[in-house]
């Protein structure tokens, strides 16, 4: 039987801080705020979004929420960007990605001033992490499974840390922050060969490959951890995780849930950097 590394006691103990930290800014006239830019209706966009409004005024920050049809242009994208980084009252954006074809991801990622880029999706912010020069922030779901590690005193340094995703948006930045903290990583994906074999030898596994229920039993083994990072919704509209829990939890020491895991410090972690912006003002 697993320990259940559960996401609100980390969440908690952080936004404790926030909090005071937004009442000394709010003293100074400085009130928080943070855009969140949505294109279209995704379920997991939503519940992600749902969490982060939710946080935010636990915490105390401001939000706005910018939607978009799907069929939206690059240009339009464009044009509510150079308005955020042109509103001194805004202090970080939050863009929901993947975009749609119709829009330039990349194109709308280097546009977004880099002190406003709270979830790390520029290159400025990408440079902060993977060569540790100039300033930027961390992607927000890879720093909450850090924290979480932290918390939950799961020892990095030394380990071996299989990660099953390869993406930017997590699979990348965690790898190379775990490298960081003296891991020794392996950046697995969905076309590894003998994926299962990969993870088993791993002592931590981080699961962020997008694909619902695709770590089960065959990957892990007693005395390891895994991190669930994965938000997906299945056919019957359930939001479900990359590990499929129910075989897995029997077997390992330690293990996330989803829902209740990763996702609340991963908001917690998107106010305490839109915090950190407003304090540089």
């Given at each position: 039987?697993?320990?259940?590394?559960?996401?609100?006691?980390?969440?908690?103990?952080?936004?404790?801080?926030?909090?005071?930290?937004?009442?000394?800014?709010?003293?100074?006239?400085?009130?928080?705020?943070?855009?969140?830019?949505?294109?279209?209706?995704?379920?997991?966009?939503?519940?992600?979004?749902?969490?982060?409004?939710?946080?935010?005024?636990?915490?105390?920050?401001?939000?706005?929420?910018?939607?978009?049809?799907?069929?939206?242009?690059?240009?339009?994208?464009?044009?509510?960007?150079?308005?955020?980084?042109?509103?001194?009252?805004?202090?970080?954006?939050?863009?929901?990605?993947?975009?749609?074809?119709?829009?330039?991801?990349?194109?709308?990622?280097?546009?977004?001033?880099?002190?406003?880029?709270?979830?790390?999706?520029?290159?400025?912010?990408?440079?902060?992490?993977?060569?540790?020069?100039?300033?930027?922030?961390?992607?927000?779901?890879?720093?909450?499974?850090?924290?979480?590690?932290?918390?939950?005193?799961?020892?990095?340094?030394?380990?071996?840390?299989?990660?099953?995703?390869?993406?930017?948006?997590?699979?990348?930045?965690?790898?190379?922050?775990?490298?960081?903290?003296?891991?020794?990583?392996?950046?697995?994906?969905?076309?590894?060969?003998?994926?299962?074999?990969?993870?088993?030898e791993a002592d931590?596994?981080?699961?962020c490959a997008g694909?619902?229920?695709?770590?089960?039993?065959?990957?892990?083994?007693?005395?390891?951890?895994?991190?669930?990072?994965?938000?997906?919704?299945?056919?019957?509209?359930?939001?479900?995780?990359?590990?499929?829990?129910?075989?897995?939890?029997?077997?390992?020491?330690?293990?996330?849930?989803?829902?209740?895991?990763?996702?609340?410090?991963?908001?917690?972690?998107?106010?305490?950097?839109?915090?950190?912006?407003?304090?540089?003002?």
């Amino acid at each position: 039987m697993a320990q259940i590394l559960l996401g609100k006691a980390v969440a908690d103990a952080r936004s404790e801080d926030l909090i005071g930290r937004v009442e000394v800014l709010k003293e100074k006239g400085i009130d928080p705020k943070l855009v969140i830019v949505r294109v279209g209706e995704k379920p997991e966009d939503l519940s992600y979004e749902r969490g982060a409004l939710n946080r935010a005024r636990r915490i105390g920050v401001e939000t706005d929420v910018r939607v978009f049809q799907e069929n939206v242009s690059t240009g339009e994208v464009l044009d509510a960007i150079a308005a955020i980084n042109e509103d001194p009252k805004i202090h970080g954006c939050l863009v929901f990605r993947p975009l749609p074809k119709t829009v330039d991801e990349r194109v709308i990622c280097e546009s977004l001033a880099p002190e406003k880029d709270v979830d790390g999706i520029g290159s400025a912010s990408m440079a902060h992490v993977f060569m540790n020069q100039g300033s930027g922030f961390a992607p927000c779901t890879a720093e909450a499974v850090l924290a979480m590690l932290k918390h939950y005193k799961i020892p990095m340094s030394g380990s071996r840390v299989t990660v099953i995703g390869r993406s930017l948006v997590i699979g990348k930045p965690v790898s190379m922050m775990l490298l960081n903290e003296n891991a020794t990583v392996t950046i697995c994906h969905t076309r590894t060969r003998d994926l299962a074999a990969a993870a088993r030898e791993a002592d931590i596994i981080v699961a962020c490959a997008g694909k619902a229920g695709m770590v089960g039993k065959d990957f892990v083994r007693e005395d390891q951890t895994v991190i669930d990072v994965g938000i997906n919704v299945n056919d019957e509209g359930k939001l479900v995780g990359d590990v499929d829990f129910d075989s897995v939890e029997p077997i390992v020491a330690n293990i996330t849930p989803t829902p209740r895991g990763v996702g609340s410090v991963t908001t917690t972690m998107l106010m305490q950097h839109v915090v950190e912006a407003a304090e540089m003002i």
